[in-house]
């Protein structure tokens, strides 16, 4: 990693303030499948700046929709943070650690006007909101229940009397607001599926919106960084730590997604061994450093693996302008390998791999990819 970039100028600045005394940063996946290529930046990003500066890094499970998630994926991520050199020094969270925690911020919004209970459906809820960020939304008729009424609605809620859909808690917000994650979004929703951990505790669960900045400032994360698809949700993520007075100020700061040519670099239908690269990058001769720092710093000029990836990781557009206005942020130390090694490490990699039961390993990821997509899979 590069020793100065934008994110490092703006951690020097908030230690130089004594708005912080030591780094603590975090990785939170939802485990509902396994880490792809582009989890690789975020990690490596998040790891690298808390030991560069002698600090802490979590990993924290997400696990906040029962429904998607499972054991085997905790353990998948947990392996290949450990493979990539990433372990969390911090330690390992899960995201219903919190469950407690947030439902007790919940009430504590309600009871001050800051949250209530709709009966909307979430196609009308869509409906009511629009699509005009120039165009203030239409309240919900549900709007304007009494603090009372919305905290005995809300508990009833957590005692199962309703079916899923039925009720959704909202913040109150700002309905004319340009940013629409701020126009009354939901924060807690009623989902009847066993939880891999709290088995069937609670059938109302916690938004992503609401429940991250909870689970940060109870870490006591400093700076939660995170891609610029998480850009619009800043303001509500400061909006959940002001509002419930949580006993941390957690700073979140984003970064440009890095993407790669020819390559899906989200969760994509990729086979192999275990899943730290899309899938496909982890087994022996495929060094994984050589992911992290590519992934992280720009561009890699030749094959990693030809069988599942064939183009260069570059720079594209979106992320080079994006990274380089911030001065010049991570793409400046490129690393490039020769192309003619790729060839000999993929084919003793693969060998050695397949040797050593990889093929069992392969035709077992693409049954399940099968059955969960419902395509064929080469």
């Not at 991250?212 to 303001?235: K, Y």
Request: proline letters at 5%; a negative charge; hydrophobic letters at 35%.
């Amino acid at each position: 990693m590069a020793d100065k970039n934008f994110l490092t100028d703006i951690i020097d600045a908030d230690l130089a303030e004594g708005k912080v005394q030591q780094i603590h940063t975090r990785f939170p996946p939802e485990p509902n499948g396994y880490l792809h290529i582009g989890s690789a930046k975020a990690i490596y990003i998040n790891w690298s700046i808390a030991n560069q500066y002698g600090g802490k890094f979590n990993l924290r499970l997400d696990d906040t929709n029962p429904a998607r998630e499972g054991e085997e994926y905790v353990n998948s991520i947990i392996e290949d943070l450990h493979w990539l050199g990433a372990d969390p020094n911090g330690g390992i969270f899960y995201g219903s650690d919190y469950f407690d925690k947030c439902y007790e911020y919940a009430e504590k919004l309600i009871l001050e006007g800051k949250a209530y209970v709709d009966d909307l459906t979430r196609d009308e809820m869509r409906e009511y909101r629009g699509s005009d960020a120039g165009k203030p939304s239409r309240p919900s008729p549900w709007r304007d229940r009494t603090p009372e009424e919305n905290l005995d609605l809300f508990r009833r809620m957590r005692a199962g009397e309703f079916k899923e859909g039925e009720k959704t808690l909202r913040a109150k917000i700002d309905l004319a607001s340009p940013n629409m994650n701020m126009r009354d979004p939901a924060i807690y929703r009623i989902k009847y599926a066993e939880h891999h951990r709290q088995g069937n505790k609670w059938c109302i669960y916690p938004m992503y919106d609401f429940a991250h900045p909870i689970q940060d400032a109870i870490e006591g994360i400093t700076h939660s960084m995170c891609s610029l698809e998480f850009e619009n949700h800043r303001p509500l993520y400061n909006w959940v730590i002001e509002h419930c007075e949580l006993p941390a100020h957690p700073r979140q700061i984003e970064f440009a997604r890095l993407n790669i040519d020819h390559t899906i670099t989200v969760n994509g239908l990729y086979l192999g061994d275990a899943t730290a690269a899309t899938t496909a990058l982890n087994f022996p001769g495929v060094d994984p450093e050589l992911i992290i720092i590519a992934n992280t710093y720009g561009k890699l000029n030749g094959r990693i693996v030809k069988k599942f990836s064939c183009g260069a990781i570059s720079a594209e557009e979106d992320v080079g302008t994006s990274l380089n206005s911030k001065r010049d942020a991570m793409l400046t130390q490129a690393v490039v390998a020769p192309v003619d090694q790729f060839d000999s490490v993929y084919d003793k990699g693969m060998a050695d791999y397949l040797a050593s039961g990889g093929q069992n390993i392969i035709d077992e990821r693409r049954e399940k990819l099968e059955a969960i997509y419902g395509v064929h899979v080469d």
